[in-house]
């Protein structure tokens, strides 16, 4: 069975720092993408930060690049996303999710991943 278990999300104010952790087990680790989505009320859900352990390609959602930096751990099975200089718009509910890796890269659509964590709340606010 795939388990996805994600940690570290909680409350911070704009500019500091979070690191979300998702630990994955029951899969071919290196085999497979990883990485981050998110939603915020009434938006829909969105990649934020994705990485190929085939190759370690990595995407990265136009609005946190130069502010994220999701990193993979072969030896954990862990996926790590450093998130700096937080934002409120950067305010969702994160998830992680795995797909097994293609030869025709990154997918950014959340349809596309086999496998979700239970999503861990992110709030930037003053």
């Known amino acids: 069975e795939v388990q996805l278990v994600e940690s570290g999300g909680g409350l911070v104010r704009p500019g500091g720092s979070l690191r979300l952790s998702c630990a994955a087990s029951?899969?071919?680790?290196?085999?497979?993408?990883l990485g981050w989505f998110r939603q915020a009320p009434g938006k829909e859900r969105e990649g934020v930060a994705l990485i190929s352990n085939r190759d370690y390609s990595t995407y990265y959602e136009e609005s946190v690049e130069g502010r994220f930096t999701i990193s993979s751990d072969n030896a954990k099975n862990t996926v790590y996303l450093q998130m700096n200089s937080l934002k409120p718009e950067d305010t969702a509910v994160y998830y992680c999710a795995a797909v097994r890796s293609t030869f025709w890269g990154i997918s950014r659509r959340w349809r596309e991943y086999d496998y979700w964590g239970q999503g861990t709340q992110v709030t930037v606010s003053s």
């Open positions: 029951g899969l071919s680790f290196g085999d497979y993408t």
